[in-house]
């Protein structure tokens, strides 16, 4: 079996924070909204297309995520999707979103503004992510 790969695009836009039960958790390498994706290691091109199994291990991951967010940093909305038009590897975007954020109220992706995170901010991050998935009762 191979090993499991991110897609390039992904792998070019993302940096990678953890390896969670069924998914790679990436952050968009752009600071201007908390933005998180989950990648579930699969072959899998659609929700419906996981197991039973896979598919309530990814909801739960998502709910952690989406509960992380909430937690440390400034939202007033969060958007779920797995859209895929562009990347087909099966990835959901958890992305934190505010009325006075650089998009609202479209989408966030596609747009040109970007703002790199600095290396320790993504350090922060990932200290962060350790804190609370330790301590989230799931």
């Known amino acids: 079996m191979n090993e499991f790969q991110i897609n390039e695009r992904l792998r070019a836009d993302c940096v990678v924070l953890a390896k969670l039960d069924l998914s790679q958790l990436l952050l968009m390498n752009n600071s201007l909204v908390p933005w998180f994706i989950l ?26 995520v989406s509960r992380f967010v909430e937690s440390e940093f400034e939202v007033e909305k969060l958007n779920v999707a797995a859209i895929g038009n562009i990347v087909r590897q ?9 009325t006075d954020d650089f998009a609202w109220p479209g989408p966030v992706w596609g747009r040109p503004e970007k703002e790199a995170y600095l290396e320790g901010e993504i350090a922060r991050l990932v200290s962060e992510w350790k804190s609370f998935a330790e301590n989230e009762d799931r």
Do not use: F, K, N
Not at 39 to 64: F, G, M
Not at 90 to 98: C, E, L, N
């Open 39 to 64: 990648v579930p290691e699969t072959e899998a091109v659609e929700l419906y297309d996981l197991s039973r199994e896979d598919h309530a291990r990814l909801t739960d991951e998502i709910r952690l």
């Open 90 to 98: 099966m990835h959901i975007h958890v992305i934190g979103r505010r």
